[in-house]
């Protein structure tokens, strides 16, 4: 996957401590646990070939051995475009990556929506990203809070910074809120449909 910009977060591509969706997504790592035999590389065995022990079970047994790595989301993307299972070792972690996918995908949307500027967008590369953020939503999706719907009446009182409300802003406090959202009842809400109908009228199969 190329590391590819909206033209209009370009500049911001490497400002850190601040950086891009997609500058994150290319360079900042998560420990995971995988199989061994998903690291090795096409070209790695077309070239080098497997080593053996001799022991044809053995040699099944390690390279179908789990094994914990430091990987991209990127990365992590490419695992899943070969099948590979993949073990976040912090699965609270989940809701950070797909956050990230989530932003660098709204990027490319408003680029593909507002902007003439990008004539060659990496439009297969960004569905597949909402693929693997679809299939990671099924994990993040428990580690995220409750949020809510609307500004809570606790949330204005206490921006008013009446002392005399003080009394009524802790009984409200205390009260079960009637507008959360339960997010771990919610989809993912894909971008593929954005992506595909920018295709469509630019004359690409689909």
Do not use: C
């Not at 899943?80 to 989940?94: R, V």
């Not at 299939?135 to 409750?146: E, F, G, P, S």
């Not at 993912?188 to 630019?202: C, E």
């Amino acid at each position: 996957m190329e590391n590819k910009e909206p033209v209009f977060r370009k500049k911001r591509a490497s400002s850190l401590p601040n950086p891009t969706a997609a500058y994150r997504l290319f360079y900042r790592r998560y420990l995971v646990r995988i199989q061994r035999i998903h690291l090795i590389s096409d070209d790695e065995i077309n070239v080098v070939g497997i080593a053996s022990t001799g022991d044809k079970q053995f040699d099944k047994d390690l390279l179908q051995e789990w094994i914990w790595t430091y990987m991209t989301p990127v990365v992590m993307v490419e695992m899943h475009l070969k099948g590979a299972d993949l073990i976040i070792d912090d699965p609270k972690q989940s809701v950070e990556i797909y956050n990230t996918i989530v932003e660098h995908l709204s990027d490319w949307d408003k680029e593909l929506k507002f902007s003439l500027n990008y004539n060659n967008p990496p439009t297969d590369d960004l569905i597949v990203f909402d693929e693997f953020a679809e299939r990671l939503w099924h994990v993040a999706k428990h580690y995220v809070k409750q949020e809510r719907e609307t500004v809570s009446l606790f949330k204005a009182l206490s921006a008013i910074g009446n002392q005399n409300n003080r009394a009524l802003t802790r009984k409200i406090a205390k009260l079960e809120p009637e507008n959360l959202v339960d997010l771990s009842k919610k989809s993912h809400d894909p971008f593929r449909d954005s992506i595909l109908s920018y295709d469509k009228t630019r004359g690409r199969n689909s």
